[in-house]
């Protein structure tokens, strides 16, 4: 039963939340006000130790309206996370660690960076995934060494987003029985009422998608209604659970229920009166009574004690199970397996031609047997993308026999948005999870929010993104990348591979699978490429190499992909018209630009013109390149070969190319295009 030292909570989690925003004079009041009960509900039931807040089995939260931060930063701030009463004073300030939406890397105890709207809920779900998938592993009897359950807060926006039913629809196939997401029902958006946009029966909607749905009606003050709920949600199994909220946005102040009080500060008579209703003085800002104070202090040392008999368990379970216990603790140290870079393919020039597609392939069969924790799948293209490794088994409900949850390959089904915010949810988990998902390289951009979602918290998920360019033929414009390349070479902190041959494709993996710390697409062809004479794993980590060298050139092609060869064979054309044109790959922008500026000079130097090769956008290559041969305009249906051909990109079109650029340069004074203002500072 909700006590008084509940209810004082409650408001102090309350107060806590519109102090932060009427100290910024920006944010959103009218969730927190509203949600504070259910919040204090769902928190007093987690497992975790704000001084260990990477414990893997910690019970997970996730605020999907993320708008709501205010919220999660009292309770971070309660519940003695290193975050003070002095940072809620700096929300939405420049560089405080309580920014306008939660970022994951800025907030001790903010488990995902969510905002827009629809990837927290679907965060969740992959948060889910990975629970299930490692407990099913690792799990022994008598030894649960995993068994954290995940909470999600979502608002009627998140549900709006289409991400959502992509994600909620898996779960429910998954039948995810370790999620439990919180609908906070309060019938407002930033237009007002959601009868303006919004009349679908949700709950109708998840029970169709596999979820049990329970309801509290009264959830702006009954918190025993909540945590029955929670109690009751707890104990289900077989599928993911959604309680709906009902509550009214802005709780208590004046403009409850309005749309007034979504996004804007609380006027200060309205304060006030809110602040005399819960018996605080009116003139108090950022009060924690000390009774509170103790209570969250005591509920932090029960936590502390259950991660310690945890603790217990995993010294035991090591003890009774030495491989696993090995494996598990070398995962949390975020270490990979000794010398799984040995057991990589490795090509040579006489080897046959392959896409890239079947290369990646290759790589995958080497190393999911090495490497445990690579896990991923496809967005049903597993024949396309050739994503799913020999002898693999499907992550799946046991009981469907399809697969099992200690499973790793992950049917994603025609869900890309979905899939790109399941991975961030995996990476979220831990125990140093490299998962991968694929599609066309031309639908990551269905997933961009997701994408740029990974880079801006620095997670590294990795694309493998086939059919990369008119090469896929007969599918035609709709589906033929032009611009995809420009987009995420664009988006700081991602690496974008468009590897050229087999030994390209190793690297590209090496990077992708160390790169922890920043999202990778590896972009793949459909269409055989040769293994090329001069290409090098090793060089290719380097983002850029000179794979076709000769003496004093008069022109040097860079290229990527596809085109590294065509390039390769325009030099030869060229060099019987007494023409010496060098070949530079640079198969990854972001890898090449972090090299030293000699290195980099040394690929791209002075008193030479360069010209780009690559069947897509120009737009970027500017800064590798004095001209640009690409595609700036939509592809075109028809055979691989035939679209080369009619769009030029053959040897003897390249070099028609390379002539015209060395005819137009000569006599002139020629910098590498490297040089910058800053970068010569």
Known sequence: MATAIDKLSVSTIRGLSVDQVNAAQS???????????????????????????????????????????????????????????????????????????????????????????????????????????????????????????????????????????????????LQLDNLIALWDDNRISIDGDTACAFTENVPLRYKAYGWKVLEVHDADTNIDAVSDAIDEARKITGAPVLIRLVTTIGFGSKAAGTGGVHGAPLKPDDLKQLKKSWGFDEESNFFIPDEVANYFAEKVEENKKIQAKWNELFKAYKEKYPKEGA????????????????????????????????????????????????????????????????????????????????????????????????????????????????????????????????????????????????????????????????????????????????????????????????????????????????????????????????????????????????????SKELEKQGVKASVVSVPDFFTFDKQPIDYRLKILPDGVPILSVEVMSTFGWSKYSHEQFGLNRFGASGKAGDLYKFFGFTADGVAKKAEQVIKYYKGKTVTSPLHNAFEEL
Request: include cysteine; hydrophobic fraction near 40%.
């Open 27 to 173: 944010g959103h009041p009218g969730a927190p006000l509203g949600l504070a009960p259910a919040a204090h509900a769902v928190w007093r039931k987690m497992k975790f130790n704000p001084q260990d807040p990477h414990w893997i089995n910690r019970d997970r939260f996730i605020l999907s309206n993320g708008h709501a931060c205010a919220l999660l930063y009292s309770l971070l701030v309660l519940y003695g996370y290193d975050l003070k009463i002095d940072d809620l004073k700096q929300f939405r300030q420049l560089n405080s660690k309580t920014p306008g939406h939660p970022e994951r890397l800025d907030t001790p105890g903010v488990e995902v960076t969510s905002g827009p709207l629809g990837q927290g809920i679907s965060n969740a779900v992959g948060i889910a995934i990975a629970q299930k998938q490692f407990a099913a592993t690792y799990n022994k009897p008598d030894f649960p060494i995993s068994d954290a359950k995940i909470f999600c807060f979502l608002g009627d926006g998140c549900l709006m987003e289409g991400i959502s039913s992509e994600t909620s629809s898996l779960a429910g196939h």
């Open 327 to 570: 494996e598990v603790q070398r995962r949390l140290d975020g270490k990979l397996p000794d010398g799984w870079k040995d057991h990589l393919p490795k090509f040579t020039s006489k080897d046959k031609a392959l896409a890239t597609r079947k290369l990646s392939e290759g790589v995958l069969d080497a190393l999911c047997p090495i490497i445990p924790e690579l896990i991923g799948g496809s967005a049903d293209l597993t024949g396309s993308n050739l994503t799913r490794a020999q002898g693999a088994t499907d992550f799946q409900p046991p009981s469907t026999g399809l697969g099992d949850y200690a499973g790793r390959y992950i049917r994603y089904g025609v869900r890309e948005h979905g899939m790109g915010a399941i991975m961030n949810g995996i990476d979220a988990f831990g125990a140093n999870y490299r998962n991968y998902g694929g599609t066309f390289l031309n639908f990551v951009s269905y997933a961009a929010g997701a994408v740029r979602l990974s880079a801006l918290s620095h997670q590294g998920v990795i694309w493998i993104a086939t059919h990369d360019s008119i090469g896929l033929g007969e599918d035609g414009p709709t589906h033929q990348p032009i611009e995809t390349l420009a987009h995420f070479r664009a988006l700081p902190n991602m690496s974008v591979w468009r590897p050229a041959d087999g030994n390209e494709v190793s690297a590209a993996y090496v990077s992708a699978i160390e790169g922890v710390d920043h999202p990778t697409i590896i972009a793949l062809t459909r269409q055989n490429l040769p293994q090329l004479e001069h290409s090098s794993l090793d060089e290719a980590l380097k983002g850029a190499y000179t794979i076709w060298p000769v003496e004093k050139p008069d022109i040097i092609l860079v290229s990527s992909g596809s085109e590294v060869s065509i390039s390769i064979d325009a």
